[in-house]
């Protein structure tokens, strides 16, 4: 039988489940893979080691669980709290913020067993944080290490001026037609920044006149508040308070205005002032700042007055830039977990999807224009959605399943795939705990499931790239996730629950950039540090790796046998530049080889093979290792490519990119798969597999 050779020219679909290896009728599984361990798919179909987790710091106190939240001002100004028990602390670029020689911190209401349920949305310099069990708060950074935490009065900014004094200056008492009338005043301030209108005053003291003879005036003065610049007059009328003017001064004539009792002066409200009506979670939309769900009304949705985001005011008749309130109705109490500003306003119950509209794409929400339709009936997790691009991606209330959102216009609805499909052994009897989206540089979904491990997806909507694959670090328990734009790339944080020396350890950790351009720069060790400066030997510093057996890329030579003792190690050779850390281990394993129906030989599916020879097409790739079956370094099954050419013998390798031909042991097996690894902390980027095959009968 000649030998054939097969083609997989990506890995766009990622790591498939077992209950789709016998699928090759899919279009995926010719760009899928049976294993997919601690590497990433770029959205073009390569697949690279995932870069080395760069240790920052331990946790406040390990005992306690703690919660990663980003705080982005804008590219420049970007930061990671770390909110634990009663507390949070800042970090940015990588680095504690100190006060003095300690950490800052600021003291919070919330317990570590409540953290992890905290919802958020900012703008520029304020975050409003959201829990069912706690008052909303408003966190404002003042700078690095200045910040404050409040709790939301939701009353408008503007004080209101107190009760003004009515006069009669041009008083018709005794004048022929006269008929005695009273009149009442109140009167509103705007604020000169702002433009929020406070609370009406008091009413003023009543005046008698009849201001429907000639010259009859009524005269409302009033004292100056602070930051007002213009003040709003309101005149009783058959019990209600009508608009009738507006001044900067501090005085008004009425010479017998109509008052317009459609524009009246707006009623205090707080929805939010009691245990049991905390809100669960918030966006903005419209210019408003919305929240929903709370624990005695679970189905229940809150937004503020127009461009007033913690004036929950409203006027009667109701005004368009009034506040807007309105509950969910539908065959099921469920609660609203998550809202978001997509088309509309998006509610994600724990039963259902909705979009909230003023009923055409022209109008916007107002009270008198509420427009609630359904867009299915899947049911929504209490983490809070991704949005990539305008696609929005929830986790179902259920099922370990993600979900991709979109409007599609052919439907007029929302519509959406199951993103899990493919992949369903990765989340089979797990839910999602954490997950954060990282658009730069590859378009990755970081999540971390309940069970604490940790899985990414690739994801481009536009391209049909959705690829799983699953990461571990030496044992780890992975906790949490969060995104920040730090320079040119969005960075996953996490917290990680490792077991150093014996004791439970909680530590933050930065996933490192995986661009370089020199070997001595990559950096592919978990829980590492990096040293540079004169050349040395023994290398300290390393108290939080204490007992543990690590790995170093020092000056490009990967030196391994190390083990931290007493917070050092002492390396076989002084060395300038050392990343040090736990090591790591990456593999790919491609899926039963299919040919079709090559040269009338149908399926080769069931048959025996032999892959005599595997082509892989790399970039940037050094020191990698393959086999028809799994091993871990012994020469028996897999097979180390042997790349020194140029280099100098005291040079570090250096990375290739191009064709790598390589004989791997000899062995038959049913599905001619191939293992590609990585053991040592160097780069590999596989672009394409081709294997060579012999088959049997």
Not at 290 to 309: G, L
Request: negative net charge.
């Amino acid at each position: 039988m000649p030998e054939l050779r097969a083609y997989q020219p990506s890995f766009t679909a990622g790591a498939l489940a077992p209950s789709l290896w016998a699928r090759v009728d899919l279009a995926k599984y010719n760009t899928g893979l049976k294993t997919a361990l601690n590497v990433f798919i770029h959205p073009h179909g390569g697949a690279s080691n995932r870069p080395g987790l760069e240790f920052i710091r331990e946790v406040k106190n390990s005992a306690n669980f703690a919660r990663l939240i980003p705080f982005q001002f804008n590219t420049e100004q970007s930061y990671e709290l770390e909110f634990g028990h009663n507390y949070f602390r800042v970090f940015r670029d990588g680095g504690v913020i100190l006060s003095g020689a300690v950490p800052y911190e600021v003291v919070t209401p919330y317990a570590h067993n409540h953290v992890a349920d905290l919802v958020f949305i900012q703008e520029a310099d304020v975050m409003y944080i959201c829990h069912p069990e706690y008052p909303v708060r408003k966190l404002a950074r003042l700078a690095d290490n200045n910040w404050t935490l409040t709790v939301v009065t939701f009353a408008p900014s503007q004080a209101a001026p107190g009760a003004p004094v009515a006069s009669t200056p041009g008083s018709t008492v005794g004048q022929p037609g006269y008929t005695a009338t009273t009149y009442t005043y109140r009167v509103a301030a705007i604020s000169g920044e702002t433009g929020e209108e406070s609370l009406p005053s008091p009413p003023s003291n009543t005046v008698t006149n009849d201001l429907t003879i000639d010259g009859g005036i009524n005269r409302i003065t009033w004292t100056a508040v602070a930051g007002a610049g213009r003040y709003i007059i309101y005149k009783l009328d058959n019990g209600i308070y009508g608009y009738i003017g507006g001044t900067s001064g501090l005085s008004f004539d009425d010479q017998n205005i109509v008052p317009d009792l459609a524009d009246t002066p707006q009623s205090a409200r707080n929805p939010f002032n009691s245990t049991g009506n905390y809100p669960r979670c918030a966006t903005f939309i419209e210019q408003r700042l919305a929240f929903a769900s709370t624990n005695n009304d679970p189905q229940a949705v809150w937004m503020s007055q127009s461009a007033n985001y913690e004036n929950f005011g409203y006027s009667s008749p109701s005004k368009a830039s009034d506040a807007v309130t309105f509950r969910i109705k539908a065959r099921q109490v469920n609660e609203i977990r998550s809202m978001l500003a997509v088309k509309g306003l998006m509610l994600l119950s724990s039963g259902a999807e909705w979009i909230v509209s003023g009923g055409s794409q022209s109008d916007a929400i107002t009270p008198s224009s509420i427009k609630i339709d359904n867009q299915g009936y899947r049911g929504a997790a209490t983490v809070q959605p991704v949005v990539v691009g305008n696609t929005v991606l929830f986790a179902q209330d259920r099922g370990g399943v993600i979900r991709d959102f979109s409007y599609e216009f052919a439907q007029d609805s929302f519509t959406g795939k199951d993103l899990t499909v493919l992949a369903r052994h990765l989340f089979e009897n797990k839910s999602i705990k954490a997950w954060a989206y990282a658009q730069a540089p590859y378009s990755i979904v970081w999540v971390i499931l309940d069970d604490g491990s940790l899985v990414s997806m690739t994801y481009m909507k536009e391209h049909d790239v959705w690829g799983w694959t699953h990461h571990e670090s030496a044992g780890a328990i992975f906790e949490d996730v969060s995104v920040i734009a730090e320079g040119q790339e969005d960075v996953p944080y996490f917290i990680v629950r490792r077991t150093i020396n014996g004791q439970t350890k909680r530590y933050i950790e930065r996933l490192h950039s995986r661009w370089f351009e020199a070997i001595e720069d990559a950096f592919f060790v978990d829980c590492g540090l990096t040293y540079e400066g004169p050349p040395i030997a023994t290398l300290t510093g390393l108290g939080h790796l204490e007992g543990q057996a690590v790995v170093a890329l020092a000056d490009g030579n990967v030196m391994r046998s190390l083990t931290v003792t007493g917070g050092a190690v002492t390396l076989q050779n002084p060395a300038s530049k050392i990343h040090i850390g736990l090591p790591m281990v990456a593999a790919l394993q491609t899926l039963d080889l299919d040919l079709g129906n090559v040269a009338g030989l149908g399926t080769i599916q069931g048959r025996k093979k032999s892959v005599s020879g595997f082509t892989m097409r790399v970039e940037n790739t050094r020191g990698i290792f393959i086999g028809p079956r799994d091993g871990d370094r012994d020469d028996r099954h897999l097979v180390e490519y042997k790349q020194r050419s140029t280099e100098n013998w005291n040079a570090a390798i250096q990375m290739f990119t191009g064709d790598i031909q390589m004989t791997s042991q000899w062995d038959w097996t049913d599905g001619g798969n191939m293992w590609i690894k990585q053991f040592d902390p160097l780069p590999m980027t596989i672009l394409a597999a081709m294997p060579d095959i012999t088959l049997g009968g």
